[in-house]
């Protein structure tokens, strides 16, 4: 069997490094030296990033959020051109057999959230023939083909466990809880394919379990409501409908009721001897149903008050309406015709129309179009004036008709209150100051006023007599008692039908609403009256009525839909029959239980079989997986406490590391091995993880990884990376770790990082003295040979 140790490496545009070519030259120890910060990690990560796809430091420290998005990929310098990682293996039985792998990274072409930190996904693997042969050349593999090349199913977990001590995340395996860290061995102990076959039949035996005990439960309330049943006590019993209605479905109420338990039965009972109380005070019922709709009446004011004023006006509402603004539509423009406002304000022409011959009404419409375009054109003095004239004109003809009704000796001027001799004298003073006032009009005005008084002379004064006329001759509805009934003629829906409710329940409306067409004054106290009338219609009922009354109301409802009728038809004889024909159909369906009991019993048994079955296995699995993990355990135990020793020489708790092994005990499936502990000598059950310095930690990881590797030192990768250790060593460790190198690891390539050059140099020194090959790497030469 071959095994291979690394020969040589090259980079290109990988990290901060353009491009570089490392050769190891076969060298027992190669230490890769150089101040910090120049590429010593670069390389141990470029050897993890091919042979496991990804590099763990960097994979388990992402701090950015997953919707973030990225320019460019970290491991590719310049983002326009490939990025290459190329190392090639030796075999050491056969220096002319080699293996050359490749990783590649086109940044360029990969989305910004393939470039997030952690995504390793796009690096293509290729197995080249020759160590300069170009990868983009060739065809990406699967990184499945490692395992056939070197024969490790678990080549990420074990590389890392193996071959590699990292600088940053030495502690990784110790900080994993205890199942992490038992599916690591696992994977360590080549035992994952039987770790996955004795969980899958765990799940299996849970669903198993799961469905027992569901079952079993089952059957404990079946056989409850089985042996419930007195099959002695009940007879045959025929089916009779207890509702009479087509409409109405109940579940009770039916031939065959369906899936009745125990529970449903008791709930169908206690329903029918509610419904048995109901129909014994349905009398009473009926009147505590009234009493609350009597109740609710009396309290809706707005509704009585409503009732009121539209009693006796409601139907002719619409009529009054119309009569009533006819009558102000009159009125409108007869204050316009009296007031001399035809050419400033609008007329209704229909009014005038209909008073007046068609040839006339014609003609006067084109005067007044034609006057108010002469009016128009007149300045605002003279429309002034001539408002003022035409209102003491209006005010003049007022004032006789009040004098005309009213005689009196004394006249006085009705706008200064003056007293005047007669009213000859009134008069001849008014038409004084009018005829005044007019020589101010322009000649414009003068002409539209005289063709205006030849307007009315001729034709509106006719109007306006007949119009008063037919004012003061028809009878004048009230603008108050208009605006009460529009106020509440939406209030109640049906009008008719409120109506009929008081002629049903003996109220005689006719003493309470409106019967003249004047606005009510006193309506509160009306519908106060009215209020106490309809209450005084209430009758007593049972203490027992009111206290049911909503159960009743909902029976009423959610059972009958409202119809007395089909209430009026159920007696409590046949309350009683249907309750006993409900028992007889439970007893009917307890036999049908006790079949499906022998079902689920049976069925109970076979699946306790396979329980106990599945038990058996695993107790198999356990026991030999156990043994298994101790034995390899054991195999590893005594060589990793010895390098404890070696590395750490002594600390707080003695000397040197134990495995501890926890297991637990469970009846079903056996004992299980539930974790590994690392703990020092003493009694104390706490993990090294919880006590150790950073620097003891370190070393710890140090020795499990030798340890590891010297009991496997079947696997074909012989290289061992051991990334800056005495960075956290005191002189002592290190000397003593140089030296369990050089005496146990000899037939090892060792490739080990220090950014101290003394360091270096006593590395190098230690083992060429006793005849091993050495070399150096001075990684900032190499890398960065122009900086």
Not at 358 to 379: C, P, V, W
Not at 499 to 514: G, P, Y
């Amino acid at each position: 069997m071959n095994n291979y140790y690394i020969s040589r490496i090259y980079f290109e545009n990988f990290k901060s490094v353009d491009m570089a070519r490392i050769d190891f030259e076969g060298k027992n120890l190669m230490v890769l030296d150089g101040p910090n910060g120049f590429g010593k990690t670069t390389i141990f990560d470029a050897i993890e990033l091919v042979l496991t796809g990804k590099i763990r430091r960097i994979q388990s420290n992402k701090i950015a959020s997953t919707n973030r998005k990225y320019s460019d990929h970290l491991l590719s310098k310049n983002q326009g051109k490939p990025t290459i990682i190329k190392i090639e293996f030796i075999s050491n039985e056969d220096k002319n057999k080699s293996i050359v792998l490749a990783r590649v990274l086109v940044s360029n072409i990969i989305s910004s959230t393939q470039k997030r930190p952690g995504e390793f996904g796009n690096l293509k693997l290729y197995i080249l023939n020759d160590f300069d042969e170009d990868p983009l050349l060739g065809n990406a593999v699967d990184s499945k083909e490692l395992i056939k090349l070197f024969g490790i199913e678990n080549i990420n977990d074990s590389f890392m466990m193996y071959n590699y001590v990292e600088q940053e995340e030495s502690g990784h395996f110790f900080k994993q809880n205890e199942k992490d860290r038992m599916n690591s061995v696992s994977k360590l102990f080549n035992i994952e394919k039987e770790i996955f076959q004795k969980e899958y039949i765990e799940k299996l035996k849970n669903k198993l379990v799961r469905e027992r005990n569901a079952l079993e439960r089952k059957i404990q309330e079946e056989t409850l409501k089985y042996n419930d049943v007195n099959k002695q006590s009940i007879g045959e019993i025929s089916y009779e409908p207890l509702i009479q209605d087509k409409e109405i479905e109940i579940n009770w109420d039916r031939e065959i009721i369906p899936n009745i338990s125990r529970e449903l039965k008791e709930e169908y009972l206690s329903e029918l001897d509610q419904l048995l109380l109901f129909v014994e005070n349905l009398a009473d019922f009926k009147i505590e149903k009234k009493n609350i709709e009597i109740e609710k009446l009396s309290n809706q004011t707005e509704k009585l008050k409503a009732i009121i004023l539209l009693g006796n006006f409601h139907d002719k509402f619409k009529d009054l309406e119309k009569k009533h603004n006819e009558q102000k539509e009159l009125q409108k423009n007869l204050d316009i015709l009296r007031n001399r406002e035809i050419l400033v304000k609008d007329l209704n022409l229909v009014i005038i129309n209909t008073r007046m011959e068609t040839d006339s009404y014609n003609e006067l419409l084109s005067k007044i179009k034609r006057l108010k375009t002469m009016q128009n054109s007149t300045n605002n003095m003279s429309k002034i004036i001539e408002q003022l004239n035409n209102s003491r004109l209006n005010l003049q003809a007022i004032f006789q008709k009040l004098i005309d009704e009213n005689p009196s000796d004394s006249i006085s001027c009705p706008l200064c209150g003056h007293e005047k001799e007669d009213m000859a004298q009134l008069l001849t003073d008014i038409e004084l100051k009018t005829t005044a006032l007019t020589l101010e009009l322009d000649e414009t005005s003068k002409q539209v006023k005289k063709e205006l008084n030849i307007i009315y002379d001729n034709s509106l004064n006719k109007v306006i007599q007949e119009i008063q006329f037919e004012l003061e001759n028809s009878k004048s509805i009230e603008t108050d008692f208009m605006e009460q009934l529009k106020s509440y003629i939406n209030v109640i829906n049906d009008f008719n039908k409120a109506k009929e409710w008081f002629v049903i329940n003996d109220i005689d409306l006719k003493r309470h609403i409106n019967s003249e067409e004047h606005a009510i004054q006193n309506l509160d106290e009306r519908a106060n009256k009215l209020s106490e009338e309809i209450k005084s219609k209430r009758k007593n009922v049972s203490e027992l009525c009111k206290d049911n009354m909503q159960l009743f109301s909902r029976l009423y409802i959610d059972r009958f839909n409202k119809k007395h009728s089909i209430i009026q038809n159920i007696s409590i004889e046949s309350i009683n029959k249907k309750k006993n024909y409900i028992e007889y159909q439970y007893y009917l369906q307890m036999n049908e239980v006790h079949r499906n009991l022998k079902k689920m019993k049976d069925k109970f048994r076979d699946i306790n079989k396979l329980c106990q079955s599945t038990t058996r296995i695993l107790e198999v699995y356990n026991k030999n997986i156990n043994i298994y993990r101790r034995k390899m355990i054991m195999e590893v135990e005594i060589p990793f406490y010895i390098y404890c020793g070696k590395i750490i020489q002594t600390h707080q708790r003695g000397i040197g590391v134990f495995i501890k092994e926890e297991s637990n005990s469970n009846e079903d499936i056996g004992a299980q091995l539930k974790s590994i502990n690392f703990v020092p000598p003493g009694k104390t059950d706490h993990d090294i993880v919880h006590s150790f310095s950073s620097g003891q930690l370190s070393s710890t990881v140090i020795a499990f990884t030798l340890a590891l590797n010297k009991v496997y030192s079947n696997q074909k990768i012989t290289t061992l990376l051991i990334d800056d250790p005495v960075q956290t060593m005191d002189e002592m460790n290190m000397v003593s770790l140089v030296d369990l190198l050089r005496n146990d690891f000899n037939d090892r390539q060792i490739i080990l990082s220090t950014h101290e050059e003394k360091v270096s140099l006593y590395l190098r020194y230690k083992f060429f003295k006793y005849g091993y090959s050495v070399g150096n790497v001075n990684v900032k030469n190499e890398l960065y040979e122009n900086i």
